[in-house]
């Protein structure tokens, strides 16, 4: 049954029980494992059967809470590279601050390695990888025994690993985390390779072969599965960041693995160690990504030595037709064997046929019409794709739709779905697109359905704005347009009993932009574009959203609604006394018509009498028309309702100019 357990248990048995090797109980143990394993299990050969044993998932898992477990995952599934030091800062502070919890580390990293094994569209994306995450645990570590132990965690299925049996990404982590370290954190890489070259002799002085065997083992998969090429897998034991004393350890155990072994010397040249001095300094500037094509160093691309290439295949056909640079090239790329030459002399040759003049003559294709590299039903496809290159890449596809003069129309309707904080080259580009057109109506409606939050997204803001400052008066006129058809209509009957407003967007249809949505954006602009609001017909319109507006959303946008209180005041006022000079005028008009009638005869008396009562009422009337106008001034539906009250005012005063028509005859 221990046996059993054993075999179950896996490899990382024996790594647990290293850590408790000085409890007497647990080494004696130790003791009959190593020399006596047949007392434990006639089935029980040694420590090496254990090792060989790859550990169970359930295992890995086992030693954390679920909620560790769930923070990881969230961790390395959700959160972009970048981005994780406060979630990083967070698990420091909750699970690992106190001493105790160090060994922690161990565990978080085995789990890590051997339960995390992400999707390739995962690896592909932007989230943060495997291996930036134990870099974050193992530079964090305070302690020399925890980085020992971490180290161990890390490089644990390495030591006894089989391609049929351990799985390629639980090595992969490690060679990734050197590979990626070397070039600002090279001190991590070296004491990585330090550790694993320590660890294949002295983690059990009897099974060193078969642990170098292991380890041998997961570089060739590494190389097989392609996790990294051989040039860069050299780069990592052959660098110049290392020190001599950890090189010279690293081409002892991985000289097959290294790019520069050392050669014989050549005739006219230098000794073995003269030669690897040279490819020292090559392979620094490479770590460095200082190379570019204009000035990779040729001393780099020699011919094999012998002066034949080796596996040589011919050229193709009609290469005689190629110039003299290519053509050498070309035999180059087809005579060696060598990855790094081959990989030189197909960026010489890349970079031949990418010349100035070439260029050029694409751009000048483009221009007349005579290329086309994208056409309609595709843009918005490429456009949503294109959201996750790279700044220089999407910079380039933006300077082709401008070379191809893309419609506008076809461009905008990805533009509600881009985010301010992820899509900042797309916004600029059609930012700047926008800004060379006059508003209307499409484009605003594609503009205006944008979030108005958060409000460091200035993209609406900016544009309106802009359009504000050359077509004011067009803009308002389609916005005002747009506003009063998004607010839904209210009936003066529903007013009258007393309803508190449908509301915005209540009945407003499904299309968008919101009539909400359209305030939340003029409330962000009104500082910046007053003489939009003294526009008439966006006075108009915000009167009709006012009206539409519950009381909840009168308070939300009261300062938007003072604009139109302001506006409105002083054209009311003038209005209103326009009016009364009118009314006063008529009616002593009236008045005068009416003495002179009354002095023909008896009759007039009663005709003066009815004539001053009908005068009377009209001038209630025009007061009520006054009022009328007034109240119009503050709400569309309140107009209605007055002018409904006094309609009949008119038609009583019919009887005064008959009598008046009838006494001047």
Not at 600 to 611: C, L, V
Request: net charge positive; charged share 20%; glycine share 6%.
């Amino acid at each position: 049954m221990q046996a059993l357990f054993y075999f179950i248990s896996g490899r990382d048995l024996v790594r647990l029980l290293q850590n408790v090797a000085r409890i007497p109980e647990f080494e004696a143990l130790w003791r009959q494992m190593i020399h006596q394993p047949q007392t434990l299990s006639p089935k029980f050969t040694g420590i090496l059967q254990i090792l060989q044993t790859r550990t169970s998932r359930r295992f890995l898992q086992s030693r954390l809470t679920p909620e560790m477990e769930r923070k990881l995952v969230f961790l390395t599934s959700n959160v972009k590279f970048g981005l994780q030091k406060r979630y990083q800062d967070w698990f420091t502070k909750q699970y690992l601050s106190t001493t105790e919890s160090q060994a922690l580390r161990y565990d978080v990293i085995r789990f890590i390695v051997g339960v995390i094994h992400p999707t390739n569209e995962l690896l592909c994306s932007d989230i943060i990888p495997r291996w930036a995450v134990i870099g974050w645990l193992l530079t964090s570590c305070t302690s020399p025994v925890v980085l020992a132990n971490c180290k161990l965690a890390l490089f644990y299925d390495w030591l006894c690993y089989d391609p049929e049996k351990d799985n390629i990404m639980n090595i992969e982590p490690a060679i990734l985390l050197m590979s990626n370290s070397i070039p600002k954190h090279a001190s991590i890489t070296a004491g990585l390779l330090d550790f694993l070259c320590r660890i294949i002799l002295n983690f059990h002085p009897t099974l060193t072969e078969h642990i170098k065997a292991g380890v041998v083992s997961s570089l060739h998969q590494i190389l097989e599965k392609r996790v990294l090429p051989l040039p860069t897998l050299g780069s990592v034991f052959d660098s110049a960041k290392l020190d001599a004393e950890l090189r010279a350890m690293v081409q002892d155990i991985f000289g097959v693995f290294c790019r520069s072994p050392p050669s014989p010397p050549g005739p006219g040249g230098g000794g073995g160690g003269g030669g690897g001095g040279k490819e020292a300094v090559f392979s620094d500037d490479e770590e460095d990504n200082t190379p570019t094509l204009n000035n990779t160093n040729s001393k780099r691309v020699k011919p094999s030595p012998g002066g034949a290439p080796i596996n040589s295949a011919p050229l193709p056909p009609c290469s005689d037709l190629l110039s003299v640079d290519m053509k050498s090239h070309m035999s180059t790329l087809y005579g060696e064997n060598d990855s790094e030459v081959k990989c030189l002399a197909m960026e010489r040759i890349v970079e031949l046929i990418l010349q100035e003049d070439y260029e050029q003559e694409i751009l000048s294709a483009v221009g007349n019409r005579r290329l086309v590299m994208m056409k309609g039903p595709g843009i918005q496809t490429l456009l949503q794709v294109s959201l996750t290159w790279e700044t220089f890449e999407q910079m380039c596809l933006w300077q082709l739709f401008s070379a191809h003069d893309i419609a506008l129309a076809q461009i905008l309707p990805i533009l509600p779905r881009l985010k301010f904080s992820f899509h900042a080259e797309a916004l600029s580009a059609i930012l700047l697109l926008l800004k060379q057109e006059k508003p209307d109506e499409d484009s605003l409606k594609q503009v205006l359905c944008r979030e108005v939050k958060p409000l460091s997204d200035m993209f609406v803001v900016s544009i309106l704005q802009h359009w504000c400052q050359t077509d004011a008066d067009l803009l308002a006129e389609i916005l005002s347009d747009l506003l009063s058809t998004r607010c839904p209509a209210t009936s003066p009957n529903k007013r009258k009993r007393g309803g508190q407003g449908q509301g915005l967007g209540a009945k407003a249809g499904v299309t968008p932009p919101s009539a909400e949505r359209i305030l939340g954006h003029l409330e962000r602009v009104r500082y910046g574009c007053k003489v939009l609001f003294l526009n008439t017909r966006m006075q108009r319109a915000l009167h009709i959203a006012q009206a539409c507006c519950t009381d909840t959303q009168r308070t939300l946008y009261s300062n938007l609604f003072a604009l139109l209180d302001e506006g409105e005041t002083s054209s009311t006022t003038n209005n209103c006394s326009n009016q009364n000079s009118n009314s006063k005028s008529n009616s002593n008009k009236r008045g005068r018509r009416v003495n002179r009638s009354s002095g023909g005869g008896t009759g007039g008396s009663s005709n003066a009498r009815n004539s001053g009562g009908s005068t009377g009422r009209q001038s209630r009337a025009t007061s009520a028309s006054v009022v009328d106008i007034s109240s119009e001034s503050r709400s569309d539906s309140s107009s209605e309702e007055e002018l409904v009250k006094v309609k009949p005012a008119p038609k009583k005063r019919k009887k005064a100019p008959a009598v008046l028509h009838s006494d001047s005859d």
